[in-house]
């Protein structure tokens, strides 16, 4: 028996979860910018003599920006591809982010476990991430 395609699919569903994955990353990235930790982290930095990196916050912002865009698209079309375009932006953005963190940073840090965990959770995002876009291609 076919399945007849209903406008509530798991497509649906993974894209509000990733809207509100982005939205809630890109808040949090922007509001614990200026925090005492992240303010500490950057004065070690300038002490060293390693200017300010704001690609922390250009994430962040691109992250609150692209989760916003990739919700409108839920309930309203957006006007030419941005929701492909948005979605797209955070699939580069994501691969960097696992390439840095999981490969270039800290290899098998702490342990094999932990960091395939970690791994893991990531490349879920990315897929997740991945069949949002695909739906605007």
């Known amino acids: 028996m076919a399945r007849t395609r209903t406008s509530f699919d798991a497509t649906l569903l993974m894209q509000i979860a990733v809207t509100l994955f982005l939205i809630t990353l890109g808040i949090i990235g922007i509001v614990y910018y200026n925090s005492r930790f992240s303010e500490w982290g950057r004065s070690i930095d300038r002490f060293f003599g390693r200017a300010d990196n704001p690609i922390n916050i250009i994430v962040a912002v691109a992250e609150l920006v692209a989760g916003i865009i990739i919700g409108f698209a839920i309930f309203t079309p957006i006007p030419g591809r941005a929701a492909w375009i948005a979605s797209l932006v955070m699939v580069i953005v994501w691969i960097v982010k696992i390439l ?21 959770v990531a490349l879920i995002v990315l897929i997740g991430l991945w069949v949002v876009n695909r739906k605007y291609a």
Request: glycine content about 4%; aromatic content about 28%; charged content about 5%.
């Open 100 to 120: 840095w963190i999981y490969f270039l940073n800290s290899i098998f840090d702490p342990t094999f476990i932990i960091w395939l965990n970690g791994l893991s």
